[in-house]
């Protein structure tokens, strides 16, 4: 029989909150400021728009980062985004 489980039920040390993990994510705060600082680079140099269109879609459409960036097979472009029935993108 596996006695693990048994032991680790009736461990004193095991502390069960300590095993929970939180994911790294920012607060809306600090969106706003990496929002914010983005957009006021973006006036300055037009060519820094791209960055704040990654921004916007890695928080608004809540993509991984793996889902925006180039691959050997696959390089994202424009026209991988488009509209539902519903408006949405």
């Known amino acids: 029989a ?3 489980p048994v032991v ?6 095991l502390v069960v909150q300590s095993q929970i993990q939180i994911p790294d994510t920012l607060s809306d705060i600090q969106w706003e400021y990496v ?6 680079l973006c006036e ?3 060519d820094l728009e791209r ?4 921004l916007a879609c890695l928080k608004g459409l809540y ?3 793996s889902e925006l960036s180039e691959r050997p097979q696959w390089s994202p472009v424009m026209s991988h985004f488009w509209q ?5 993108w």
């Open 2 to 4: 596996n006695f693990v």
């Open 8 to 13: 680790k039920k009736n461990s004193p040390y």
């Open 35 to 40: 929002f914010g600082v983005t957009r006021d």
């Open 44 to 46: 300055q140099k037009p």
């Open 51 to 54: 960055n704040l269109f990654t």
């Open 63 to 65: 993509l991984r980062i």
């Open 84 to 88: 539902d029935n519903d408006g949405f």
